[in-house]
């Protein structure tokens, strides 16, 4: 018998409520997105742009809700994943598609292995590779249990809304000048492009672009009479990642506009240290490894999502190949650690990926043969297409222009 992580849709959605299920999709969404990436990210654009920065949180939300809202959808109405319908599309790119995806989300759950050791590390004192394989060992057991989805839900939300609370307290702590960043939220006194598609293809780009999306389509809700609900279910991924984002710049911005400089190896442990102290510092140890496990767990779950249906030999084996990944992961990471530029290049790999899947996606939305009768809101094409142009032209700027200049 084939090796899978729920025993039918079917049964899942029996079990469960339909809402639990939505909610865990946005929140496995939402936590993805908040790795260690996102937290070293935030903390060093938020010293570089100060206030300003908000603005880039702004259009970062719009753009993301743009990309979910669209793919998310599509995946829904035409009960298929992401690389079958971009076969459908054009033969072959959903191949090229699964691998970018797959290797994008290696490459960055290298990172989220990483970052979980450093929050054991603060936590317990123990050298980070051997808090990054307990933690790998962890994520290997949500995927044994017998069902692992509802285990993935939960540890989604419970870590979820951990690191969010935890955050606000710092945010408290550190007395940031919230007038001012209201204000240059939305007048600016610098607009950095690079730092807008670094957040946007850090939150939806790469495998979490799809991780809620094909999480709702295992667990059974799809077709056009569950669209409201995938729709809520989408922006709420995007909300909750961005409250999160919100709290941690207010949090950062009321350290440094004091004159205080993050220290460039861990940016965000050294905000709350200096926010809150030691008790801070050790806040920052559980958010630090609460964002790298639930990541792990999204990168590996949605990653094999993708290739399983490429492949029988994988959906065959789909367990064994999802334990592999984290294994895998585990094992780069203990051999070239985890630098402060490698989250950053990830965060803007994975917004190279993002035009492709949304461009593809939005294709699908007019195919009968992929979507049937449905009818694509014409304000959401407009909106996609929109959205698609910016991380199109986005995105190749930062390969001309920004990623030598980082690699150099």
Same mark, same amino acid.
């Given at each position: 018998m084939p090796e899978t992580l729920e025993h039918s849709p079917q049964q899942e959605v029996k079990k469960k409520s339909k809402w639990g299920v939505i909610l865990g999709a946005a929140f496995l969404m939402g936590s993805s997105a908040i790795g260690p990436g996102f937290l070293t990210q935030t903390a060093v654009f938020t010293e570089q742009l100060m206030a300003s920065f908000g603005f880039v949180i702004l259009m970062s939300i719009i753009l993301d809700i743009g990309v979910q809202a669209n793919i998310w959808r599509i995946i829904a109405v035409s009960k298929k994943r992401g690389q079958d319908i971009a076969n459908m599309v054009l033969p072959g790119l959903g191949y090229f598609l699964a691998f970018a995806v797959a290797l994008g989300g290696l490459a960055f759950n290298i990172g989220n292995v990483g970052g979980a050791g450093l929050g054991m590390n603060v936590l317990f004192g123990i050298d980070p590779r051997i808090g990054a394989a307990i933690t790998g060992a962890i994520a290997i057991g949500v995927f044994l249990s017998k069902e692992a989805g509802v285990a993935m839900d939960k540890i989604a939300r419970v870590l979820g809304g951990a690191m969010i609370l935890l955050t606000l307290y710092v945010a408290f702590q550190s007395n940031p000048p919230v007038g001012d960043a209201i204000t240059h939220t939305f007048a600016p006194d610098r607009i950095d492009v690079f730092s807008i598609i670094t957040l946007v293809g850090g939150t939806v780009g790469g495998y979490i672009t799809f991780a809620g999306g094909h999480r709702l389509l295992d667990a059974g809700v799809s077709g056009k009479e %569950?669209?409201?609900?995938?729709?809520?279910?989408?922006?709420?991924?995007?909300?909750?990642?961005?409250?999160?984002?919100?709290?941690?710049?207010? +949090?950062?911005? $009321? =350290?440094?506009?004091?004159?205080?400089?993050?220290?460039? +190896? %861990?940016?965000?442990?050294?905000?709350?240290?200096?926010?809150?102290?030691?008790? $801070?510092?050790?806040? @920052?140890?559980?958010?630090?490894?609460?964002?790298?496990?639930?990541?792990?767990?999204?990168?590996?779950?949605?990653?094999?999502? @993708?290739?399983?249906?490429?492949?029988?030999?994988?959906? %065959?084996?789909?367990?064994?190949?999802?334990?592999?990944?984290?294994?895998?992961?585990?094992?780069?990471?203990?051999?070239?650690?985890?630098?402060?530029?490698?989250?950053?290049?990830? $965060? +803007?790999? %994975? $917004?190279?990926?993002?035009?492709? +899947?949304?461009?593809?996606?939005?294709?699908?939305?007019?195919?009968?043969?992929?979507?049937?009768?449905?009818?694509?809101?014409?304000?959401?094409?407009?909106?996609?297409?929109?959205?698609?142009?910016?991380?199109?032209?986005?995105? =190749? =700027?930062?390969l001309i222009n920004k990623i030598p200049q980082l690699l150099s």
């Open positions: %569950n669209l409201h609900q995938v729709t809520k279910s989408s922006v709420s991924g995007i909300l909750i990642a961005s409250v999160m984002r919100i709290f941690l710049f207010l +949090a950062v911005l $009321g =350290v440094v506009v004091t004159g205080f400089t993050l220290d460039p +190896a %861990n940016p965000p442990a050294s905000v709350f240290q200096e926010a809150a102290g030691t008790i $801070g510092y050790k806040m @920052f140890g559980i958010v630090l490894w609460a964002a790298g496990i639930t990541s792990v767990i999204g990168a590996a779950y949605t990653s094999v999502s @993708f290739l399983k249906t490429l492949s029988k030999k994988i959906a %065959n084996h789909e367990k064994a190949v999802t334990l592999g990944f984290i294994i895998v992961s585990t094992i780069i990471f203990a051999f070239i650690g985890k630098p402060v530029l490698l989250l950053i290049l990830a $965060g +803007a790999f %994975n $917004g190279l990926i993002l035009p492709i +899947a949304l461009g593809t996606l939005l294709i699908a939305a007019y195919k009968k043969s992929i979507v049937g009768d449905y009818k694509h809101p014409l304000w959401l094409t407009i909106f996609g297409g929109i959205v698609f142009m910016l991380t199109a032209y986005l995105a =190749v =700027v930062t």
